[in-house]
Every structure is written in C-alpha cells, then in structure tokens.
C-alpha cells in the first residue's frame, strides 16, 4: 500500500484539510479518494501506470484526485492551472495520457484536445458514483508521478519518481524538521512542482497534521490568517517573502507589531526553490522574529541539502546533506574535487528519480556511472556547509521559484515576424532571484514590447516571459559564432 494513503488511516476524524472555508477530516480523504479511484478503474482492476493528467484546484478535490490516481494504480501527471492550451497539450501528448480529470472550469479548455485524441475527460463533480471496488496492490517500485521542468533542451522534460522515490523524499523532510500531528501550514504554492506537492501536502498528511489551502496569493490574505493563531508553519520562495516584507512596511506601527507577535510564535519558516538574498533573509528576521530556513532542491531529488532545524542557519548557505542523501562535488571530468574547491553537485540516494519519460539518452546523460545524479547546479562547501554558486549552464534561469529554459522561451521569440534574432538570460534581482530578460534584434525598431509581451502570454506560461527587453543591433558572439550569453548579461547593467 502507498505509505502516505495507508499512513493516514491512523488519523480517523482528524482535520486533513481546509479549503473554502471547509473542513476535511483524513477519514472523509480516504473515503473520498478510495471512491474515485474506483471510478478511475471504470470494468479495469489496476490502470497498470497509465498516466492520468490533472487540472484541478487546489484544496480537498486536488489531493483526492491525486491519491485515487496512486490507489487505482495511475501516473499522476498534475497540470498547471494557469498555463496556456500549447502548453498543456504538450504534457498531456508527451506523457501519452489516457485520462484526464478537471474542475468543471477547465473543462472547455481540455474538452476538444480530449475527444481529439480519445482522452476519457472526467469533470469534477459529474463523475459517476460507484460502489468502492477491489483497488490494486501498489508496489513501491512503480512509477508514481511526472512532473515537467524545463532542462538545457528547449523542450521541458517529464521527471519520473515512483512511490519509492517520493516515501523517501517526504520521510527524510518530516525527521529533519520535526513534523508532528499539531502541525498546520498553508500551501500557497503551485501544486504542479515538487515545493508544494513534496514539502507541503505530502509532509503535512503523511505527519497527520493540517493543510490549508489558500486559492490565491494575497500578502494581506496569508497576514489574516497568520493573525488566526492557528498556523505554525509557512513555507515559500523568495519572491513570496519579498511581497509579504513589503507589505508589512506599508502597515501601520500597530499592525506591524501584531503581526510581528503572531509570527513569532511560529516554529518554522521554510525558503527555497531560488536562492535568498542575505537583505531579504535578514529583514523577514527582523519583522517576523524567524530565521528562515534555506534548503536546496530539486525536480529529479525533491530536497537534498537543508539548513539544520536545531543549530545555524547560515545566510547564504543552504545548509547539509539530509539524512539518507549522499552528495560529491565533482569536476568536468566528474572526479571528486577538493575539500576547499567549488565543483558540481552530485546525488545518490532513495529519493533520486527514475528517469526522464521516453528519453533515455538524456537519462544517461545525466547519470555518473548511472548512480550519481548530475544537478547542473556549482557549489563550495565552507565550514561544513554547502553554498551555491551558480549553475554549469546559463540556459537555466532561475525565477520565482521556478526553473525556467532560456532555450523554450527564445524559441518561441524566434517565430515572431518582427524578431530576427534572440537571447534570453537571468539577471540578478532580489524579489525574483533572477529577473528573465531579452536582447532582441528586430526588423522595426517601432515594435511594441507590451503588444509583444501580450503575444507571448498566449504562447507560454506568463511566469515564462521576459520581464525586461533591449533592442540591439546584433547579438554579442564568439568566434564560433555561439553567443555568448555573459556579455549578454552586461548588457542590462
């Protein structure tokens, strides 16, 4: 049985969950996910990994549908609520799946792509209720899940973890920081990435502690609800915390100071999924109380290095290696670099994924004696701690929390008919981590960015789009022609 699914039978009528002003206790999960999975099956006895996409919002019908993908015996493959059709239908076409479920919303935006390709749409809400039927023995080794993050390839690649890899990821988190049953956090992640999927939902139900769920971000929504008293978790990327600093300093002393006391009490405050600016760390200290706890992580790893829950937690480091989760720093002939030198990151242990879906080669390629998982990411260890410094491509952008190829979005500038020619890179930029940005050399030096930005929004997730643009002659370049992608960036000091 799945762990975290037979895990929560102990919990009975506790609270599960809160979303939309309801509540949800894990018996009303277990009940209501056992009985999809059933109509999941439809005359099947186990859907044998056959992938199941899912457009669902987050709260209760979410981790319903995602623990009935899991019992049926399904690949669950969770789609981005806010990107566009292109975008969509490249996961849902590149994972091959064969059933797709969605809140009734989203129900026009899938329906035609669906009897297209013969896909079973099911719309929440007008499922077929079914008595509960037999449900499969789901072994560990199975593929559980497929996630999509953009590589150094200018298509996003599906990473692969089983129940394995993701029983690993989640137990390690809940020792390491100390999960219990009193536990309750929020989740105002996106919830088709490993941040909230794995740190968030899995850790929170797998510890018998309470998930809430906030359908959109607002700084003055998640403030009214730190003010409850109820939370003592919060777990965000920079950009969060930069919106949520800004908006205490726009605040009344009063309400400054409330909000600081109620923060306090909090036990734990998580940042990740882009590097934290020391500035930005330091003022959340100052206005919350917290000292954040930084780790490093990953799509393919989930977590892998963190900052200790008891001890320092050093500004700028992201701590060490998790429990279980062995790591080497190697150099560009993958031998292990010295104690004092900076070398790319290596990963071995439970919580590495299976494989990238349908691509073998790039499997391969990114393996070290097909053990040892190559993170693309540069990083120092000094006094026992690891520090990140950069990554071995600057085709790798990362933004908000998200990890976003240079390549994909270039692509698509490309097509334009006024674009003759692109470079995208990540400049430096305390909200965002990184600020997408592009050098354009255009036709019509009249070209207008935001009508060119409003095209771009139609072809690729907005998170995606570059937020600055600069009109060049030509493209800075080697002598091979390549460019060159670091004189790019000079180009926006």
Known sequence: MISIINQAGKYGDKTAIIADDKQYSYQELLAASSSFASDLLLE?????????????????????VQWAIWQAGGVAVPLCLTHPLPSLQYV?????????????????ILSDLCKERSIRLVVL??????ENVTLPSIDTTRRAMILYTSGTTNKPKGVVTTHKNIKAQVTTLVKAWEWTTADHIICVLPLHHVHGIINVVSCSLLSGATCEFLPSFSAEGIFNLFLQGKLNLFMAVPTIYFKLIAHWESQSKEVQKELTDCMKKFRLMVCGSAALPVTVMDKWQHISGQILLERYGMTEIGMAISNPYHGERRPG????????????????????????QPGEI?????????????????????????RWFKSGDIAIVEDGYYRIMGRNSVDIIKSGGYKISALEIEE???THNLIKDCAVVGIDDDEWGELIVAALV????AIDLKELNKWLREKMAAYKTPRKYLLVSELPRNAMGKVTKNDVKKLFV
């Open 44 to 64: 099947t006895d186990d859907l044998h990994e056959a992938r199941v996409g899912y457009m669902v919002n987050p709260g209760f019908d979410y981790v319903k």
């Open 92 to 108: 849902i076409e590149d994972t091959n799946a064969t059933i797709v479920v969605v809140s009734p919303e989203y129900a026009p």
């Open 125 to 130: 809400g007008s499922e077929e209720i079914k």
């Open 317 to 340: 480091h992201v701590g060490i290696p998790l429990p279980g989760v062995n790591i080497r720093l190697v150099d560009e002939q993958n031998k292990d670099v010295a104690p004092d």
């Open 346 to 370: 290596l990963i071995n242990g439970d919580n590495v994924f299976l494989e990238y879906w349908n691509r073998p080669n790039a499997t391969e390629e990114s393996f070290v004696d097909g």
């Open 412 to 414: 698509v500038l490309r």
């Open 442 to 445: 255009v036709s019509d030096p």
